[in-house]
C-alpha cells in the first residue's frame, strides 16, 4: 500500500442547481450539483452512477425542500431496498448519520432516505465515491429525517 | 411537477477567503466564498443576496474564527430590517442545526453566530434555490449557532 492518485472527475462545483421531484437515474456528468429534493405523494427512487474507478471524486449534495413520501437515494440498479438482490451496486455504501435522536453508521447499505416521516427542511445529505464505494454523511433533526437503505 | 434544472450561478469555489466583522450587504458575486468571521462586541446584520431564480445554486461558507463579547453576528435574508423582518425576503430561512441543541427551524429571518457563542471554528454553511435560504450549522454549545425571526 502506498499513498496514491486515486483518479479525478470534472465536477459543477455547486454551480449548478437541480430540482428532483421524481424517480432519476444521475450520471457521470451530475458530478457537483446540488439537488433540492421534493418529496411528493408517492416515494420515489434516485439512482447514483455506476460505481468505477472513472468516477473517483464524484460527489453530490442534495436538500431536503418538502415533505412528503420517502426519497431514496440508491446505489446504481437498485430500484428499493435489496432489489433487484443481484445489483452490482448493493451494499457499497458507507453511511454516517448525525440527527438529533441518533447517531448511526453503517458500512454495508444499499442506499440512504429522506424518510417517509422526515419533518425537518434543509436537512442534507452529502455523498462522495472512491469509486469502488459510496461515502455518505447525513444530516437530519429527527431520525425519520435520514434513513438508511438496505 | 418534473425533474428539473433551477438554474446556474458561478462559484468562487472557496478559493476566496474574507473576513467579516461588521455589516455587510453580500451580492450575487460572493458565491462560493470562504467567510471568516470575528465577532463583534455589538451586533451585526449580514444580508444574503436577494432572492431569485438567478441565483439558484449560491452558496458560501462562515466560519467562526473570533469571540465577541455580546453581539450576535446575523445573516440574514434580504430586507431593510435588522430583526424580525415581515418584508423583503422574511420568513425564507430553513435552518438546521447539529452538535449542540441539533434542532431544525423553519422560515426563520436568520441565522447567527449568537452572542452566546463559545466555540472557535463553528461552521454555517448556506445554499439556496432561489426561494428559500438553507443553512446548516455545526455547533458545540447551543449559543454557537442560533436562528430566529
Not at chain 2, 435588522?82 to 418584508?87: L, V
Amino acid at each position: 500500500m502506498a499513498n496514491l492518485k486515486i483518479g479525478s472527475h470534472p465536477s459543477h462545483d455547486l454551480e449548478v442547481a437541480e430540482k428532483i421531484t421524481e424517480a432519476k437515474q444521475l450520471t457521470w456528468n451530475d458530478s457537483g450539483k446540488l439537488f433540492f429534493v421534493e418529496q411528493g405523494s408517492g416515494s420515489y427512487v434516485v439512482n447514483l452512477p455506476k460505481l468505477s474507478t472513472e468516477i473517483a471524486g464524484w460527489q453530490g449534495k442534495f436538500i431536503l425542500t418538502k415533505l412528503g413520501d420517502a426519497v431514496e437515494i440508491n446505489g446504481y440498479g437498485i430500484t428499493a431496498a435489496n432489489t433487484p438482490a443481484t445489483a452490482e451496486d448493493l451494499e457499497k455504501m458507507f453511511y454516517v448519520d448525525f440527527t438529533h435522536a441518533t447517531y448511526e453508521e453503517d458500512n454495508t447499505v444499499d442506499g440512504v432516505s429522506f424518510g417517509a416521516s422526515a419533518a425537518t427542511l434543509g436537512c442534507i445529505i452529502d455523498i462522495h465515491t472512491d469509486g469502488s464505494n459510496w461515502f455518505v454523511m447525513g444530516h437530519g433533526d429527527i431520525a425519520n429525517d435520514i434513513v438508511k437503505v438496505g | 411537477m418534473a425533474n428539473a434544472l433551477i438554474g446556474s450561478h458561478p462559484s468562487h469555489g472557496f478559493k476566496v477567503v474574507e473576513q467579516l466583522d461588521s455589516n455587510k450587504q453580500l451580492t450575487r458575486s460572493d458565491s462560493g466564498k470562504l467567510y471568516f468571521v470575528d465577532q463583534p462586541d455589538i451586533h451585526a446584520f449580514v444580508s444574503l443576496p436577494k432572492l431569485s431564480l438567478e441565483i439558484a445554486g449560491w452558496h458560501c461558507k462562515f466560519i467562526l474564527r473570533s469571540i465577541g463579547t455580546s453581539g450576535d453576528f446575523h445573516i440574514k435574508a434580504f430586507g431593510d430590517w435588522e430583526e424580525d423582518g415581515t418584508t423583503g425576503d422574511a420568513d425564507t430561512v430553513q435552518i438546521l442545526e447539529v452538535g449542540a441543541s441539533k434542532t431544525g427551524i423553519s422560515n426563520a429571518d436568520n441565522v447567527q453566530f449568537y452572542q452566546n457563542a463559545v466555540t472557535e471554528g463553528a461552521v454555517i454553511e448556506i445554499m439556496t434555490d432561489g426561494s428559500n435560504w438553507y443553512a446548516l450549522g455545526y455547533a458545540n454549545v447551543a449559543g454557537d449557532v442560533y436562528g430566529d425571526g
